[in-house]
């Protein structure tokens, strides 16, 4: 299946501090990922939606100032966690589509990294 | 209310025994259904992908969706420790749309 790659997986930085999560499909070409946070036993959050070459769509509630997301090709985008403070802590996923894949009419199969563990101290 | 509910668990089976896990939606307009696998500290792995009703069986698992009652289920068959993880159910309204999660239902297979 396809692969989608996450750097770090885990990262410590002290508060004030900017973090940046790289999320790459190693063997498909996404023109979409996406990117969830989500905390100890809880669900995915979606936060928002990255296409490539124009600006991301963020849900109700994420400040796009503070999570930066750049989705410079169609093989990466990274989400920039801006002046972190601890509340930033967890665990953020990203996600890609294969468009090439046949699950069905279109895919909604969704590939997913295998996440990064930010602990702002 | 959420628009997808699933029960947190945990579930607890022995081994061999066959698990069954449902979600619960409201929105009658999701079309795709997925069920995801997630170990600890680790991405969710799709299990299986389903369009609008019908059963789906690959291996051990099973999905079953029941539009008209808004209802999903997944059943793995011959449980194994292997298998204790957290299940995710999600759907979405078109393909390649945004995914809505249920909250999870962490499962445990005794050996």
């Known amino acids: 299946g396809a692969v989608v790659s996450q750097h770090p997986s885990w990262v410590i930085c002290k508060s004030g501090t900017s973090v940046k999560i790289e999320c790459r499909s190693l063997?498909?070409?996404?023109?979409?990922m996406f990117w969830y946070r989500q905390f100890p036993k809880q669900s995915l959050m979606l936060m928002a939606t990255?296409?490539?070459?124009?600006?991301?769509?963020?849900e109700q509630g994420v400040e796009k100032d503070k999570f930066l997301i750049n989705h410079a090709s169609l093989t990466l985008s990274t989400l920039t966690v801006t002046s972190a403070h601890p509340e930033d802590s967890s665990f953020y996923i990203c996600?890609?589509?294969?468009?090439?894949?046949?699950?069905?009419?279109?895919?909604?199969?969704?590939?997913f990294g295998e996440g990064s563990r930010l602990t702002v101290l | 209310q959420k628009e997808v509910e699933q029960d947190p668990g945990p579930l607890s089976v022995p081994e061999g025994a066959i698990v069954s896990l449902n979600c619960t939606y409201s929105?009658?307009?999701?079309?795709?259904f997925m069920w995801y696998r997630q170990y600890s500290r680790k991405g969710p792995e799709l299990l299986m992908y389903?369009?609008?009703?019908g059963n789906k069986e690959d291996g051990r698992f099973t999905a079953q969706v029941d539009k008209s009652s808004k209802y999903i289920s997944l059943f793995i068959r011959d449980s194994q420790p292997s298998d204790s993880a957290t299940y995710l159910c999600?759907?979405?309204?078109?393909?390649?749309?945004?995914?809505?999660f249920g909250g999870g239902t962490r499962v445990l297979v005794k050996p």
């Open positions: 999600a759907m979405t309204k078109a393909a390649g749309n945004k995914l809505t």
């Open positions: 063997d498909f070409q996404a023109t979409t």
């Open positions: 990255s296409n490539e070459g124009s600006k991301a769509t963020y």
């Open positions: 929105n009658s307009a999701f079309q795709y």
């Open positions: 389903t369009y609008s009703s």
């Open positions: 996600s890609a589509r294969d468009p090439g894949l046949a699950g069905g009419p279109g895919t909604g199969e969704l590939f």
